[in-house]
């Protein structure tokens, strides 16, 4: 009869550990879902903080083109406030980072940029004169490529990071 207690005992004990089991993996699941879901929220923010960024670059170069200023003037002046919006609109928006220090995360994005210009007309250069696209189709590709693969990832957890980004040992990368 005592064979039989510790049997029932132990299968009970199975069972509540197996609901529990589930109920955690759900939880787990949950909180994936609502980290995934953020994080989308944020990579849809930054993809329109570029874009408003390229609207004022490029606004600012035509209204400077239509005033007579030389061109290499109107594009360097478009090119920094375009920068400029992007980098505030991504910091106070896309990212939330409002408390980051403003120095360091200007510089970052400073390095960032200027990596990105190299690796966006190298990767162009490679698949416009070496794999043959057209032109268009080269920047275009280099550009989604470079964006995903570079800007995003480390506009997210190297420059607006914070106290949580890659540098910091946490790994956790962020808000």
Do not use: C
Not at 9 to 17: G, L, P
Not at 37 to 53: D, N, P, T, V
């Amino acid at each position: 009869m005592a064979s039989v207690a510790k049997a029932a005992a132990r299968s009970q004990t199975t069972e509540v550990s197996a609901r529990q089991d589930v109920l955690r993996a759900r939880t787990l699941s949950r909180n994936a879902a609502r980290l995934v879901w953020r994080e989308r929220g944020r990579f849809l923010r930054a993809q329109l903080s570029s874009a408003i960024a390229t609207g004022v670059d490029w606004v600012l170069l035509a209204g400077l083109l239509a005033a007579g200023v030389h061109y290499l003037v109107a594009a360097a002046a478009g090119a920094l406030l375009g920068a400029a919006t992007d980098f505030f609109l991504k910091k106070w928006w896309a990212f939330d980072a409002a408390q980051g220090p403003l120095a360091r995360e200007a510089r970052r994005y400073a390095m960032v940029s200027v990596a990105s210009a190299g690796l966006n007309s190298g990767l162009a250069y490679l698949l416009v004169d070496s794999a043959r696209l057209r032109p268009l189709e080269g920047l275009l590709l280099a550009s989604v490529v470079v964006m995903a693969g570079w800007n995003y990832p480390l506009q997210r957890w190297f420059v607006f990071a914070g106290r949580r980004g890659l540098l910091s040992g946490s790994g956790s990368g962020g808000r």
